[in-house]
């Protein structure tokens, strides 16, 4: 008879959620965050188009992306998302705003990423490359 | 030539699809969860894939993973069967190689169906680098895999449970 759990599946189940655990947590702490301001980073089908410094936003806006399907981009003084998308299964909205530094929401049928990154002491890196 | 075999075998394969795709329809149709990750689905018709591996073998689960990913692009559009494809196919591929080791007593359904919930995942995270060509895509791996772990659980209790009646019609 088949059986549901052998000693592996503990195991294995238990070093997965360690393993996540940990990725969750050091998500957002250094080295992955430098510091210093915030950057949202617009990639459409893998080409960064935009870099907008958070800080910037003193009043928030919104960016229509010309995809296919369109997306709607928030901008504000502390967080990024998607507003919406023209696409059915809303996955990029129903991510929610972006806060901490590695945060990423994506709509893939339009090819759309919204990855939020910091600056670091320098400010110059993420600007240059 | 009529061959009553190969015709019973085609008939039940249809049967097989249909219940995977009717899942798979069921499960877009629940309304998002708050808490879960966004997207985030228990993966019902996966019962039905680990059943036709488990009793036909590779062949018959790599063809109810494509012909479902069609379905998906027929549906959802093409992004949507471009990554029901990638995690289709690798996770048959982990299932076949973790049937291997059930079949000597390392792991129990739980894991087979964790493991290739996981690979699912992965699949279907790659999938979506080739679409979007960003890497961070994986940043939503750590918590895809912890709804996966219950996800897997849940259908390898489920696949255990109906697997006495899906074998007498099959």
Redo the contacts between chains.
Sequence with gaps: M?????K??AL??IS??L???L??AA?GKPPFNKGGDLYAVI?V???EIEAIPLSSAEIGYEINTDTSPSTVIRIEKNCACFLNAE???K??V???NLTKS???A?C??A???I?LKSAGKSKVDIIAY | MFNNKYSIKTAKFGMLLALSLSLSFLESILP?VPFLP??AKLGLSNIVTMFAVINGGLPSGLLIAVLKSVFAGFT????AFI?SLCGGVLSIFTLRLMLF??DR???????VS??SA?FHNIGQLAG?FV????I??F?????L??FG?IAG?IT??VL?AV?PALEKIM
């Design positions: 088949d059986k549901i759990f052998r592996c599946d294995i189940i997965l959620i393993l996540s655990m990725a969750l998500a990639y089908n893998g080409k696409c059915r299964d996955i990029c129903n991510t929610g590695g945060d990423a994506a893939l049928p090819g759309v990423v990855v | 998002p966004p997207g959802r559009g093409f992004s990554i080791f059930k007593k390392l792991f129990g359904l739980a894991g964790v493991i996981v979506a679409l979007t060509g960003s961070y895509v940043g939503y791996l750590p918590s895999i912890l772990i659980v390898g209790a255990k697997m």
